[in-house]
């Protein structure tokens, strides 16, 4: 195939997250200084660069912890509404961090302004429309040791 055929193709915008918990299974939220919702500590995949990479990079960049490895867990596929394009966004599991983790957490003081370990219940109200309804879908997977693929979080 030609150069000009590849260059032709539709892109696709790519976002990747972290579901974190702490030692009371709470769920760590950012808050972002350009947003009006928390969400998880992640952002923009970058060019070549793998959804993996780009959540590993975001939780060192955000909230200045380093991980080793995330474990996938779900990609939801949104189409565009005329506003943003269409977008996959993946969602990876960092696991489980502990007191001593917790206190290392550094935020980068610019984009992310905060962070909470909440309770399920109550950072759902606190997210936007399309991770208030991937999120309880995302630990049901954690909760069944699988992977799920959704499209506009069905």
Not at 25 to 45: F, Q, R, S
Not at 76 to 105: C, H, M, P
Not at 135 to 150: F, R
Request: hydrophobic share 35%; charged share 35%; aromatic share 8%.
């Amino acid at each position: 195939m030609s150069k000009e055929y590849y260059k032709n193709l539709p892109k696709k915008r790519m976002g990747a997250g972290a579901l974190i918990l702490n030692e009371k299974g709470e769920i760590l939220i950012v808050k972002p200084n350009y947003k009006d919702h928390w969400t998880l500590a992640g952002g923009v995949v970058g060019e070549n660069e793998s959804p993996k990479e780009a959540c590993l990079r975001e939780i060192k960049e955000e909230i200045g912890l380093k991980f080793k490895d995330v474990k996938f867990l779900c990609v939801d596929y949104t189409r565009d509404k005329g506003d943003k394009g269409e977008s996959l966004q993946f969602i990876f599991y960092g696991g489980v961090i502990s007191k001593s983790a917790v206190k290392n957490i550094k935020l980068d003081g610019e984009e992310i302004v905060e962070y909470r370990f909440v309770k399920i219940g109550d950072a759902l109200p606190m997210l936007n429309e399309k991770l208030r309804i991937r999120l309880p879908k995302c630990l049901d997977a954690l909760k069944n040791n699988t992977a799920i693929y959704l499209e506009n979080g069905k």
